[in-house]
């Protein structure tokens, strides 16, 4: 069985204000004139695209991300303000190369880290910029083993048997290596701690955390599982998100 890849973008769009807030935040990292060709990593609905095209007035924007739900959408909402591309970041390829390179929530999606670092490198211009912030070490560790609990209880558990966990969530140490040995300079790393009360926890972890937990389950079973975990979260209901900041410069600028 071939692993899904797609989101429900609309329901992801409704519930992403968490995620819209950490983007703002890292934008102030990034340093634009207004012309540049920049790239957005994992482009999702599109809301975060659209803080970045207000950045480059005379530039353009790519947006990329493998999941065509979330490529459909952002490109419908920005029309062609952007180029939307449905692509895997490791194997990206854009038909020129990039300024910047911004990604917000999408990298611990990417099991291989070393790839999707090369790949990005290769899209950057020399001296072109990369900021992006994911999920880090220890990000929602007690909503993870809750999820992995339940899906080990009956009726869950004969469904997760050939089951892979979906996320990577790497130290800002090793992340900060991995950069390097992809070729970057300038590389800064750092993990931080944000917690998050979502508006509608059942949304939320509906489209969000238990993607892909939901994935392998028969129609009948998706709002059971989702209540138990709900029902065992307590209250009041609180992820513990943890994120990796990541500031890096391709080298020969
Ligand atoms: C939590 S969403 C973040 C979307 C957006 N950046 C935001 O901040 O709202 C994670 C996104 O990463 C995308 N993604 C996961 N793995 C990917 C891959 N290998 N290549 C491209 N996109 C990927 C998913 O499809 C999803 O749209």
Same mark, same amino acid.
Request: aromatic residues 8%; negative net charge.
């Given at each position: 069985?071939?692993?899904?890849?797609?989101?429900? *973008?609309?329901?992801?769009?409704?519930? !992403?204000?968490?995620?819209?807030? %950490?983007?703002?935040?890292?934008?102030?990292?990034? !340093?634009?004139?207004?012309?540049?060709?920049?790239?957005?990593?994992?482009?999702?609905?599109?809301?975060?695209?659209?803080?970045?095209? $207000?950045?480059?007035?005379?530039?353009?924007?790519?947006?990329? $991300?493998?999941?065509?739900?979330?490529?459909?959408? *952002?490109?419908?909402?920005?029309?062609?303000?952007?180029?939307?591309?449905?692509?895997?970041?490791? +194997?990206?390829?854009?038909?020129?190369?990039?300024?910047?390179?911004?990604?917000?929530?999408?990298?611990?999606?990417?099991?291989d880290h070393d790839?999707?670092?090369?790949?990005?490198?290769?899209?950057?211009?020399?001296?072109?910029?990369?900021?992006?912030?994911?999920?880090?070490?220890?990000?929602?560790?007690? =909503?993870?083993?809750?999820?992995?609990?339940?899906?080990?209880? +009956?009726?869950?558990?004969?469904?997760?048997?050939? %089951?892979?966990?979906?996320?990577?969530?790497?130290?800002?140490?090793?992340?900060?290596?991995?950069?390097?040995?992809?070729?970057? !300079?300038?590389?800064?790393? %750092?993990?931080?701690?944000? !917690?998050?009360?979502?508006?509608?926890?059942?949304? =939320?972890?509906?489209?969000?955390?238990?993607?892909?937990?939901?994935?392998?389950l028969p129609e009948?079973?998706?709002?059971? =599982?989702?209540?138990?975990?709900?029902?065992?979260?307590?209250?009041?209901?609180?992820?513990?998100?943890?994120?990796?900041?990541?500031?890096?410069?391709?080298?020969?600028?």
């Open positions: 069985m071939t692993a899904s890849r797609d989101w429900d *973008a609309a329901s992801y769009d409704r519930v !992403s204000d968490p995620q819209l807030g %950490w983007a703002r935040e890292q934008l102030e990292r990034l !340093s634009l004139r207004g012309d540049e060709v920049v790239l957005d990593a994992g482009c999702g609905s599109g809301r975060v695209t659209a803080l970045l095209i $207000d950045l480059v007035p005379q530039g353009r924007v790519y947006a990329v $991300d493998v999941a065509p739900s979330m490529v459909d959408h *952002a490109a419908a909402a920005l029309g062609d303000r952007v180029t939307a591309l449905c692509q895997d970041l490791v +194997e990206l390829s854009l038909p020129e190369p990039v300024d910047a390179v911004f990604s917000n929530a999408t990298f611990h999606w990417i099991h790839a999707l670092f090369a790949a990005l490198h290769r899209t950057l211009k020399p001296g072109g910029q990369l900021v992006a912030q994911c999920g880090g070490r220890g990000n929602i560790d007690a =909503f993870r083993t809750l999820a992995d609990d339940i899906a080990g209880e +009956e009726p869950f558990a004969p469904y997760f048997t050939d %089951w892979k966990r979906p996320w990577n969530y790497a130290t800002d140490v090793e992340t900060a290596g991995r950069l390097k040995a992809a070729g970057f !300079s300038d590389v800064r790393c %750092w993990l931080e701690p944000k !917690s998050v009360t979502p508006a509608d926890p059942r949304a =939320f972890i509906q489209t969000v955390c238990l993607v892909r937990h939901l994935d392998p009948e079973l998706r709002d059971p =599982f989702v209540d138990r975990v709900l029902k065992r979260s307590g209250e009041p209901f609180v992820l513990d998100y943890v994120r990796l900041n990541m500031t890096a410069r391709m080298g020969g600028g």
